[in-house]
């Protein structure tokens, strides 16, 4: 008789700003109901569309600074110069140590911390469309909100960077399309699944 692993799956979905890394989650999060997602915490001011604590915990850079001394996050990066973006412990670790699964959107760097910590995560890198990235990430970055032109220069840079770190992960997937890539990623996860239970 098999049985599943005692501690919940880390997934990781990682990608460059404006790739739909959100939107891919949110599409396929209805296919994978084990898992819960880590909000993240940032200092950056909340867009118009966004809820606290369901997409981002919005946090002064103090209290930020707080939580890094007081060792409260599991990672914690600051991927475009600016503004930090970090996951706290305690969504994580809470969820894992009672069998559940949890997702984590994060960039490259955060994810690279979490394979550290936890080798068994399994990374998943969203790419945008083959032959089309810059212009698909600027359209995309400038359709969310009103963004400068110095602020966009920095996440293509940023972007080009993180394009360049996918074969760190254990999965390349392409949102060309936003419904054939959420099933992607749940097959992805289903043959995780299937592949770790143990006997």
């Not at 200092?43 to 946090?59: A, K, Q, S």
């Not at 007081?70 to 670790?93: M, R, T, W």
């Not at 080009?160 to 999965?171: I, P």
Request: net charge negative; aromatic share 8%; with cysteine.
């Amino acid at each position: 008789m098999s049985k599943p692993s005692a501690l919940g799956l880390i997934l990781v979905i990682s990608g460059p700003s404006g790739v739909g890394k959100d939107t891919v989650w949110q599409t396929a999060s209805a296919c994978l109901p084990s898992f819960g997602r880590a909000i993240t915490c940032t200092t950056r001011e909340r867009r118009p569309h966004e809820v606290e604590g369901v997409d981002y915990y919005f946090v002064s850079s103090d209290e930020f600074e707080r939580m890094i001394r007081d060792d409260e996050l599991i990672e914690y990066a600051q991927p475009h110069g600016n503004h930090f973006y970090g996951v706290p412990q305690k969504s994580v670790l809470d969820r894992i140590n009672n069998g559940l699964d949890v997702v984590c959107v994060i960039d490259v760097q955060g994810a690279l911390r979490i394979r550290g910590l936890f080798p068994a995560a399994i990374l998943v890198f969203i790419t945008p469309p083959q032959g089309r990235e810059n212009e698909v990430l600027e359209k995309r970055i400038q359709g969310r909100s009103a963004v400068e032109a110095s602020e966009l220069e920095t996440r293509l840079k940023t972007a080009s960077w993180e394009l360049s770190q996918v074969q760190l992960y254990d999965y390349q997937i392409e949102n060309d399309d936003l419904q054939r890539a959420a099933n992607e990623l749940c097959e992805v996860i289903e043959r995780e699944k299937a592949r770790r239970t143990v006997v």
